[in-house]
């Protein structure tokens, strides 16, 4: 598919939409209004919007717990996401879930999950559904680079590929698992590289430019349709702001963090929109105001939004 204006101009709201509100999770994080803890996705908008554009509504998805952004560029509606951080009833998951554990089935979100690599083998096995199901469907499981040495990660993707399962493992490389660079992880300089050895083809792509891992992605949710099995991609990218909040970042620089910042998606898209695809300054203006007065209506609905009551504490939860 080739993505035309207003697909290109969706995927600039999108990823400023999610910009926007992890800041304002940010903010009510500090305010009291959300609790537990925080890890936003800020700097990270452009991996997971390039790779939602190359799928369908029905195709399934399974995030991390920086996966605010995973989850609303599949579609969660951002209203029900925000009402579910501030703990509210009218939340994805009645309030009851908070920030690590988005889910809605509707837009084939499965989950985010807090356990490091867990989703690779709930995605394997939705991807197991659709291939016996013959429904069409692929699969994508987001996960970091503190991932790739995870047992249960190393198993998922031998069974994807001795299945040739339509999946997607997609590897938001932020060069950081928590405060631990990714080179003191990993002795292989591409992660991608690692897929050889399962016998899937691999991908290392700019994280940071949209377009590119929306082709990336696209090529490999065509081969999985067709049969042709999974796919590892690797999308370099970085977090702007710490691991949480509360993180004040020893391990890393401030220059660094300035290099990566010089090359923010959120500033550097709308030019490119502009010089390469004719875009307006006008029209980017206008999105910009859209994204602002959605974000007021998001907040607003989120503190008007009632609590759960306390008959229901025990409804839907497992223990
Ligand atoms: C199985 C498991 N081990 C350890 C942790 C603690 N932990 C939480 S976040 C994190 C870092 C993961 O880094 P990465 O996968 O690169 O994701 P990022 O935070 O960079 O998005 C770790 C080790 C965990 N949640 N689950
Ligand atoms: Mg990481």
Known sequence: MTLEQDDLRQMYKMMLLIRRFEEQCVKFYLSGEIRGSLHPCLGQEASAVGACAALRQDD?????YRGHGQALAKGLDPKEAMAELLGRKTGC????GGS????DPSVGVLGENAIVGAGAPIAVGAAMTAQLDKTGQVAVTFFGDGAVNQGAFHEALNL????DLPIIFFCENNLYSEMTPIKDM???ERLADRAAAYGMPGVTVDGYDPLAVYEVTQEAVERARRGGGPTFIEAMTYR???HMV?????????????????????STFPRRLI???????AEIEAIKTEVETEMAEISQFALNSPWPDISEIATDVFA
């Open 100 to 103: 690590m554990h988005f889910t």
């Open 246 to 266: 509360g993180d004040n970042e020893p391990y890393r620089t401030k220059e660094e963090v300035a290099e990566w910042r010089a090359k923010d998606p959120i």
């Open 186 to 188: 990993v002795k292989v």
């Open 60 to 64: 399934y998805m399974t995030c991390t």
């Open 240 to 242: 702007l702001f710490g």
């Open 160 to 163: 994807a590929a001795i299945w």
């Open 93 to 96: 998951s009645q309030g009851k």
């Open 275 to 281: 010089d390469e695809f004719g875009f307006t300054e």
